[in-house]
Each structure stands twice: as structure tokens, then as C-alpha cells.
T-cell receptor
Framework: EAQVTQNPRYLITVTGKKLTVTCSQN?????MSWYRQDPGLGLRQIYY???????DKGDVPEGYKVSRKEKRNFPLILESPSPNQTSLYFC????????????FGPGTRLTVT | KNEVEQSPQNLTAQEGEFITINCSYS?????LHWLQQHPGGGIVSLFM???GKKKHGRLIATINIQEKHSSLHITASHPRDSAVYIC????????????FGQGTTLQVKP
């Protein structure tokens, strides 16, 4: 089944404890992206990757890192999480950048205390 | 002012009604997306448009590039259509950036 998977789905952590949210797709898509969703602010793009080893900042990259060493995986790294990174995170992929339908993962709900 | 504006923010309809959700944008785009987010949180892509009109079942999406406006129509609405509908645009230049509207929360009552 074609899908985008994220792990973990739920995470409660403490300020400053490094964490990684994994994202994997099995559709051989070139483009992958991370978004966060907050009440009243909607969805905002964190980082995106147009292919292996190619990543770029979205609108809200501060406090996050990403890597794209393989085509299928695009992990989101929070080196030192803070409470303002409490949010619902979505990973998505599409065949290529730009004008293509996006496939979203199920979301990861992160709480930083 | 947001680059992508949706209206209305909230919409309540009776089952069977025709529904229209609007999206206006102020930037040049290469494509516009309509997304649906169900109460459980998952997001699915409904349409991707760069011109004209697309139809899928009871859903119709249109875009007017000159007016920088898109509409999502739902015919014969049903309670299962209750969801948040989100408009998003790819900027021109075929970049990887996606800009989202704030979403429209639709409730369809039986």
C-alpha cells in the first residue's frame, strides 16, 4: 500500500531532550516536506527536500533540523525542544516539487513540557 | 494580510445543501491544492489545480488565475463531509514551498 508513515504518533517529552520524528514513504517520491499545525495558525512549512541531499527552509525552520540521506526517509530532528514546539506535525511527499498532489502522513502529536 | 485567505472560516449547513468555500491568494502560483482534514486529524489531498475546473464525485474545484481565486463546491452535502477544508498554493517558479490558508471548518447537520 502506498503510504507515508510517521513515528512516533504521540510523544510527550521535556525541554532540552533531543528527539527525532521519522518519516518514510514507499512511493519513490522525490519531494518530501515537514509541516506543523497549530490552533489559529493553521499549517506552516518547516523544511522541505526536493531530492536526496537537497533540503531547504520553509516558513518556520528555527529549532529544527532535517536530513535526506535516502530517498524514502526524511527525519525531523529537534536538538533542544522547547514548549513552543508543542504542535501537531505532518510529513508529506509528492512525486516531484511543485505542481503535484501531496500525500500526507498520519501526523505526530508532540508535547514538550 | 495572509498570502492565502479562505472564506468563510466556519460554515454550518443542512444535509443536501450546496456548499461553496472560497480561496483568494496574493502571490503568483504554479498550482493550488485543496486538502481535507477530518476530525481524526488525517489530511488528504482532494484536488491539485493549475487552471480551469476539476470534478470528483460531489466535489468540484475551480480556479481563476487572473482573479487569483479558487472555489471548492460540494453538491448534495452529507454529514460525512464535515471536516476542515484547506487551500494551499505552490509559489511560481516551481519551488518546493507551500503556503496554506487558515482552513474552513464545515459542519453538515443531518
Amino acid at each position: 500500500e502506498a503510504q507515508v508513515t510517521q513515528n512516533p504518533r504521540y510523544l510527550i517529552t521535556v525541554t532540552g531532550k533531543k528527539l527525532t520524528v521519522t518519516c518514510s514513504q514507499n512511493m519513490n517520491h522525490e519531494y518530501m516536506s515537514w509541516y506543523r499545525q497549530d490552533p489559529g495558525l493553521g499549517l506552516r512549512q518547516i523544511y522541505y527536500s526536493m531530492n536526496v541531499e537537497v533540503t531547504d527552509k520553509g516558513d518556520v525552520p528555527e529549532g529544527y533540523k532535517v536530513s535526506r540521506k535516502e530517498k524514502r526517509n526524511f527525519p525531523l530532528i529537534l536538538e533542544s525542544p522547547s514548549p513552543n514546539q508543542t504542535s501537531l506535525y505532518f510529513c508529506a511527499s509528492s512525486p516531484r516539487r511543485g505542481s503535484y498532489e501531496q500525500y500526507f502522513g498520519p501526523g505526530t502529536r508532540l508535547t514538550v513540557t | 494580510k495572509n498570502e492565502v485567505e479562505q472564506s468563510p472560516q466556519n460554515l454550518t449547513a443542512q444535509e443536501g445543501e450546496f456548499i461553496t468555500i472560497n480561496c483568494s491568494y496574493s502571490v503568483g502560483i504554479s498550482a493550488l491544492h485543496w486538502l481535507q482534514q477530518h476530525p481524526g486529524g488525517g489530511i488528504v489531498s482532494l484536488f491539485m489545480l493549475s487552471s480551469g475546473k476539476k470534478k470528483h464525485g460531489r466535489l468540484i474545484a475551480t480556479i481563476n488565475i487572473q482573479e487569483k481565486h479558487s472555489s471548492l463546491h460540494i453538491t448534495a452535502s452529507h454529514p460525512r463531509d464535515s471536516a476542515v477544508y484547506i487551500c494551499a498554493v505552490n509559489g511560481s517558479g516551481n519551488t518546493g514551498k507551500l503556503i496554506f490558508g487558515q482552513g474552513t471548518t464545515l459542519q453538515v447537520k443531518p
